[in-house]
């Protein structure tokens, strides 16, 4: 009997360690993700971002990969600054949902944004990486 409840807790402790460090792989690789677009940095983000993204800004503003890497590209939208404050992540296998709050400044068309925003982002593993499937953001007042 205790056996099995030591390894009932063993099971539990390696698994729940392991979930730990697969979420903090995850929220750094979204936290390098916020510094690429900070950067301009389109090659790494070209590698963070999947085929299919569908990106969802606060303002309704819907975007594929290739768009969304051409407005940071091209400057039509520029993120200053962008720091995240809470965040939290479930795991599903290969997949994995962020929720948190952000605080993002920047030029959108050359007019000033300052914004808090409560998002959820969707990443899926491929190759030991997790690349952004989908993110939606919604404005805080």
């Known amino acids: 009997m205790r056996y099995s409840i030591l390894l009932l807790l063993l099971h ?5 360690f392991a979930q730990s460090g697969a979420n903090e792989k ?6 390098l993700r916020f510094e690429a677009m900070v950067k301009k940095d389109t090659a790494s983000l070209q590698r963070m971002l999947s085929d299919d993204l ?3 800004h606060s303002n309704s503003l819907q975007e594929s990969k290739n768009d969304h890497l051409v407005a940071i590209g091209s400057g039509s939208i520029v993120y200053q600054n962008m720091q995240r404050v809470s965040a939290q992540v ?3 296998g290969k997949m994995a949902v962020t929720n948190g709050n952000l605080r993002a400044k920047g030029l959108v068309n050359k007019s000033v944004f300052e914004v808090n925003l409560a998002y959820t982002a969707i ?7 997790w690349q952004l499937v989908n993110w939606q953001s919604t404005r805080i007042p």
Not at 123 to 129: C, D, T, V
């Open 12 to 16: 539990h402790f390696l698994f729940g």
């Open 26 to 31: 995850i929220l750094a690789t979204e936290l």
């Open 54 to 56: 569908i990106y969802i």
């Open 90 to 92: 479930r795991q599903y």
């Open 123 to 129: 990443y899926k593993r491929k190759k030991k990486h």
